[in-house]
């Protein structure tokens, strides 16, 4: 038997169904992520999942510097903090360095460490001391095992 964590009003394994994290990948406009998150949130329920929103404050990890990377931390937390407030919706994102984990830890359900930066000791540690559940992305470069 799995063990069953609760992200937010969410839960994934013990018997839960299974959980959708989802969103755009970084957030473009309030407009657009509001509406994805609502679109999201109510076809889960049509379907019986459990549903945590996915999207980025900031994208530090792109391939040209000038590529588009979000709102930015102050920003891009309050976005997420309304939506979850106003859709009750759990939220998970990408978290880049140990100084943002005490700001994302106060509003964020759950955190995501990206797959460039899962062998960052000192990053996982610090969200994994936070008490909120972590999701490392493993990255392709490295063995399963």
Known sequence: MTRKINIGN??????????????PCVIESEDITFHTAKFLKDL?????????????YDKANRTSIN???????DK?????EDMKNKLDIPIISDVHSVTEIKP?????????IPAFLCRQ?????????TGKPVNIK????LAPW
């Open 10 to 23: 969410a839960s994934i394994g013990g018997g839960a169904p299974p959980l959708l994290i989802a969103g």
């Open 44 to 56: 889960c329920g049509r379907l019986g999942l459990g549903f945590v929103f996915k999207s980025s």
């Open 67 to 73: 590529s588009f990377r979000g709102p930015g931390l």
């Open 76 to 80: 891009g937390l309050r976005l997420l």
């Open 104 to 112: 994302v830890s106060e509003v964020l359900d759950a955190i995501q």
């Open 121 to 129: 000791t000192d990053l996982i540690v610090s969200a994994g001391n």
């Open 138 to 141: 493993k990255g392709q470069f």
